[in-house]
């Protein structure tokens, strides 16, 4: 399930566009893959602080039984790692060293396995109401995904290294390598089969999911000064309309305008607010898109307070947006 999309920044720089193009490339391939796997959980372009540091992961992939952080790089010509792990790539002829994306990845994983680890008590639950889950035993990997184009030169390039760098293309294969899942969501029998890796159950993998989204860093809090756009999106998956009653009017008062609000949803990948059809899943009630299939949240910011902790409920055939700050109500129409 593809939890949060890339973020565009519009840039003149060359480099800027590269990058972003190499992202968008890893985005795609992740979204044709994990779309609608039920036990995996894409988030792409995060950024988030903890202990006074600042991680910002390209993609981050949370599964049944741990994390990988992806490292997109892009790359045109060669790029050669020798058997101390130090990176070259060659651009118009002319070779040049340049930080190891693996390092790289590497820091942003310290830093969100420290977060987490931080909040174990608010993710995990307690074994027989005693004993404080941790994070211990869990996966945590990363890899290196480079542009298609690049020539990877691994002729001095360590095993260990060589098993963590893949073309785009190739991206989803490597992971579902590396996760090793199983046909189905590992249950309390679980422990009688080969397989004993310790796994999240199905609330945990939600309060996670839910804590990384809260805990990223958006960007209009950024204060960015460059335009920024979604991904395949002209506007926000909702918006909010204001309509307008006729004013009430009384002797030697103001006339006041009552206003009333309510969540129009609109599809994130194709803008389309035709042929929305409503589901549930593990994470709440969503749209599917009957055009290009994509799945949109009902779940928004509050209209009122702008507070993230709310939820989408139903009554009937009825859909609406209850905010757990405010307790305002918001109608949610499509």
């Given at each position: 399930?593809i939890?949060?999309?890339?973020?565009l920044?519009t840039?003149n720089?060359?480099?800027?566009?590269?990058?972003?193009k190499?992202?968008l490339?890893?985005a795609?391939?992740?979204?044709?893959?994990f779309?609608?796997?039920?036990?995996?959980?894409?988030?792409?372009d995060?950024?988030?602080?903890h202990?006074d540091?600042?991680?910002?992961?390209d993609h981050?992939?949370?599964?049944t039984?741990?994390?990988?952080?992806?490292?997109?790089?892009s790359?045109t010509?060669?790029?050669?790692i020798n058997?101390h792990?130090e990176w070259s790539?060659?651009y118009r002829?002319?070779?040049?060293?340049m930080p190891?994306?693996?390092?790289?990845v590497?820091?942003?994983?310290a830093v969100?396995?420290s977060?987490?680890r931080?909040?174990a008590?608010?993710?995990?639950?307690?074994?027989?109401?005693k004993l404080q889950?941790?994070f211990?035993g869990r996966e945590?990997q990363?890899?290196c995904?480079?542009s298609s184009?690049?020539?990877?030169?691994?002729?001095?390039?360590p095993?260990?290294?060589?098993?963590?760098?893949?073309?785009?293309?190739?991206i989803?294969?490597?992971?579902?390598?590396?996760?090793?899942?199983?046909?189905?969501?590992?249950?309390?029998l679980?422990?009688?089969?080969?397989?004993v890796r310790p796994?999240?159950n199905e609330?945990?993998?939600?309060?996670?999911?839910?804590?990384?989204l809260?805990?990223n860093?958006?960007?209009s809090?950024?204060?960015?000064?460059n335009a920024?756009?979604?991904i395949?999106?002209?506007?926000?998956?909702?918006?909010q309309?204001?309509?307008?009653t006729?004013p009430v009017?009384?002797a030697?008062?103001?006339?006041?305008?009552a206003?009333s609000?309510?969540?129009?949803?609109?599809?994130?990948?194709?803008?389309?607010?035709a042929?929305l059809?409503?589901?549930s899943?593990?994470?709440?009630?969503f749209?599917?898109?009957?055009?290009c299939?994509?799945?949109?949240?009902?779940?928004?910011?509050?209209?009122?307070?702008?507070n993230?902790?709310?939820k989408?409920?139903?009554?009937?055939?009825s859909?609406?947006?209850?905010c757990?700050?405010?307790d305002?109500?918001?109608?949610?129409?499509?």
């Open positions: 399930m939890l949060k999309d890339k973020i920044t840039s720089s060359a480099k800027i566009q590269a990058g972003q190499q992202e490339d890893v795609f391939y992740l979204r044709r893959a779309k609608d796997h039920p036990q995996v959980f894409v988030f792409n995060l950024k988030f602080k202990n540091e600042t991680a910002q992961i981050l992939i949370v599964y039984y741990g994390f990988i952080l992806i490292e997109s790089k790359i010509g060669e790029v050669t058997e792990q790539r060659s002829g002319n070779w040049q060293g190891s994306p693996i390092k790289q590497e820091l942003q994983l969100l396995k977060l987490l931080a909040n008590p608010l993710l995990l639950p307690k074994i027989f109401g889950q941790g211990g945590w990363s890899v995904a480079i184009n690049a020539i990877i030169n691994r002729d001095h390039t095993k260990a290294t060589q098993e963590r760098l893949v073309k785009s293309e190739f989803a294969d490597k992971l579902l390598q590396m996760m090793k899942l199983p046909a189905s969501t590992p249950n309390a679980h422990f009688l089969s080969t397989n796994w999240f609330e945990s993998l939600g309060k996670i999911c839910q804590f990384i809260e805990k860093i958006s960007l809090s950024q204060n960015h000064s920024t756009t979604q395949n999106e002209l506007k926000p998956p909702y918006q309309v204001v309509t307008h006729e009017i009384e030697q008062t103001e006339p006041e305008v206003l609000k309510e969540i129009v949803l609109t599809c994130k990948q194709c803008n389309s607010s042929s059809q409503p589901r899943g593990r994470y709440g009630y749209v599917t898109c009957g055009i299939e994509a799945n949109t949240p009902m779940k928004a910011p509050c209209p009122q307070c702008s993230a902790h709310t989408a409920s139903k009554r009937k055939d859909y609406s947006l209850v757990g700050n405010c305002e109500t918001v109608p949610i129409r499509f």
